[in-house]
């Protein structure tokens, strides 16, 4: 088993601190990553504030303002790069937007995103981190994940940072709490989880999938339909193969309203 620098955890941290326990509960894991790192934490290893979770102050809908701050990453044209791997044949999804490449190519960038997320987006992020928008794609999330997950910057750093902004005072405590959760809490509980369960878990996830899908759930919808829209490009993909046996099984009536109910969805986003 190989350990990485740009996680807190081991790969089999997680198994073992849920080993003894019925459920994988985030929360759990999430109290002890900040006991076990300090973080948000006073001497006694309680939670600063007084409770450990903010969660209830992180879930209003954004209604367009305060407006979301200016994207200032640097812009790369790597469009003759983008041809030589099309030329090569080299197979991918997605739009790579060559021409326009908004993601860091070095530390050196990605230490001036975190610098702007702190100072600009940050102070917002608790209010609105699970709101969505017809009119702002990135509202005030970091954008960060590029970064962290191709080891230009440490999660421990952009922890530390979101802790000392909120030490400064310059953003509050819920804000600090719900970004850092995302962070220590949900990126590696699902990490761990990814090593202890994957590949079983594709499995018995899409035969769950299956199931809420018999019902007509909502969110569902979004996915069937996702993945039908999408067959072009991924119904090749090993490891949809049981999304497609499933959609190719279903009546053209039930894709139909499966389509019907996502496009409602889409449509009400701004008030859900
Ligand atoms: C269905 C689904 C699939 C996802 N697939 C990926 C993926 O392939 N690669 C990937 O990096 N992230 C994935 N995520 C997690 C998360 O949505 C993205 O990391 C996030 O959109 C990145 O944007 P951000 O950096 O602005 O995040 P922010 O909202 O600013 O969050 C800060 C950081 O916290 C971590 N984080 C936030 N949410 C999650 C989460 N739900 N799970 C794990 N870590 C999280 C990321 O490192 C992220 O950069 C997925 C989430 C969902 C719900």
Redesign the pocket.
Known sequence: MVDSEHFYTRRDEAARLFSQRKQWLLEHFYRHMRVQHRVLVDGAGRPVGGQWNFDQDNRKPWPGAPSEPADCRASHDHSALWQTIVAAGVNSFGEANAARLAWPLDRGEALQQLDA?IEN?LPH?GDF?DAMSHRSW?M??????????TKMLD?RE?VARAEAAWRAGSVSLATAEG?IR??I???????GFYWTHMPRHVEQNFSATRGRCRDGSGTNSLCWDFFARNAGKLSTNRRLGMVYRQLAKMDEATRRSLQVQADELRNALDRL
């Open positions: 997320f987006a992020f981190q990135r005030f999330h970091s954008l960060l994940s590029f970064a962290l997950n999660p952009v970004f995302q962070i809490g949900w990126r590696e509980y699902i990490r």
